[in-house]
């Protein structure tokens, strides 16, 4: 009954403070999710493409005050195993297409494709014969262990038939050259981007050789995250005419993956480094064809959707990301607030109107049973009153007068 009596007499005081209870603990829930200042980015071997971009994100970050941590890899592969680990720290990592198997999408989202990955093919020049023939019985460089050069290479060949009719050796790209160049090796396969040094050095020196693939359309046709490219004749040195002829590539794109659980507010500052860092025009696509809405191999997350979509939230536009994001909680925090506080100060008024009409009709009820009586003891008194002398008659009737007033004054 207390307990009752309690809530009854104070309900506006208990709702006000559950409410208050309720948004505190949504407000800790919510700002404990603040955006992290730093990041672990696994990229691939230094001096490499994947390195060097990462270290294009990095500084593109850093004028957020985002500090992105680079962890050298061999490629694609080792940087896939490093995202599904849980304690090597990684939650962004540059993935080469058609790397990710069908085991392994869980947990992880793409932010689009950022450019392409030609399978540049490069030989001795003294080496004749095209396609896969040309091949056999040579020393072939296909990538170091982990790397998604590696594996895309011994599908191929694998795919032609001859994989155990070539010497196949793990070096990776700077090696590759290097002994290439030294007439060490025959052949060097290699998936870099057109920008990266090494490809320039080869494609524009007269003792090695750029082959095509005659039997791109068919990769093409076979595997759906292969594409062709073309190099366009003297792109690599017009006054030497290198390459003397255009040549037919086949090339992947690399794409940026994330974690699932990576915080929306970097992904968006990601995604707008990657507009920033890929929109540029190169021998192998448009301004503006990349950053990509593709997802080859795993699903976009939301907010690349999203940004491709509509761009960035407006907040990024005008203030930096972590303040961005604790106004966007705000906003968020303060909608159901008001949803619940504004028809509540609309309501209380009329709910205390009607308890406290509920109220004196309660005590008006009680107080009935009293007024009944009051009523029959004026009845009674009445006839004193009209006969005075009576009242002042010096043979009793004044006694019996003042007893009925008293019982009278008593049941009031």
């Known amino acids: 009954m207390r307990v009752r009596a309690f809530l009854r007499n104070y309900w506006p005081t208990v709702m006000i403070s559950v409410t208050a209870a309720a948004i505190g603990c949504a407000a800790i829930v919510m700002f404990s999710n603040m955006p992290p ?16 971009v990462g270290q294009r994100y990095r500084a593109a970050l850093a004028r957020e005050n985002v500090d992105v ?6 490629g694609s592969i080792e940087n896939l195993a490093m995202l599904h680990d849980p304690h090597s720290g990684v939650s962004v990592a540059l993935i080469q297409g058609g790397s990710i198997g069908a085991g392994q999408k869980s947990g992880l989202e793409s932010l689009g494709t950022l450019f392409y990955e030609p399978m540049w093919w490069f030989r001795k020049r003294d080496i004749q014969g095209v396609g896969a023939e040309s091949l056999l019985g040579r020393k072939i460089a296909i990538g170091s262990e982990g790397s998604g050069t590696r594996a895309l290479m011994l599908e191929l060949l694998k795919g032609v038939g001859i ?3 070539i010497e196949l050796l793990p070096l990776g790209p700077r090696a590759a050259s290097d002994k290439l160049l030294a007439g060490e090796i ?17 494609i524009a020196d007269e003792r090695v050789g750029l082959s095509g693939f005659p039997r791109a359309d068919a990769f093409v046709a076979l595997y759906p995250y292969i594409n062709k490219v073309v190099v366009p ?82 907040l990024h536009d005008y203030f930096p990301f972590w303040m961005a994001a604790l106004i966007g909680k705000l906003i968020i925090l303060l909608i159901p607030i008001l949803g619940i ?18 109220k004196i009709l309660r005590m008006v009820r009680r107080a009935a049973p009293l007024g009944r009586r009051d009523g029959k003891c004026r009845r009674r008194r009445a006839p004193h009153r009209r006969d005075d002398r009576t009242a002042r008659s010096p043979g009793g009737g004044s006694k019996s007068r003042h007893s009925a007033d008293r019982i009278c004054e008593y049941a009031v």
């Open 186 to 202: 025959d052949v060097a396969f290699m998936m870099m981007s057109w920008e990266s040094p090494v490809v320039r050095q080869l």
């Open 233 to 314: 004749r003297g792109v690599g040195n017009l006054t030497k005419d290198q390459p003397p002829n255009d040549v037919t590539l086949i090339a992947t794109k690399a794409s940026l993956v994330v974690r699932d659980d990576l915080h929306p507010a970097l992904q968006y500052l990601l995604l707008g480094a990657a507009a920033e860092i890929h929109s540029s025009q190169s021998i192998f696509n448009r301004t503006g064809e990349f950053p990509a809405a593709e997802a080859i191999d795993i699903p976009l997350s939301n907010e690349a959707q999203r940004f491709y979509k509509s761009g960035p939230p407006l």
């Open 341 to 358: 506080l504004y028809p509540m100060m609309r309501f209380l008024p009329r709910l205390y109107d009607w308890l406290m009409r509920s």
């Open 69 to 74: 941590q680079l962890v050298p890899t061999q």
């Open 163 to 165: 994989e155990k009719q």
């Open 37 to 52: 200042h730093r990041i672990v980015m696994a990229t691939g071997p230094e001096g490499g493409t994947y390195y060097e």
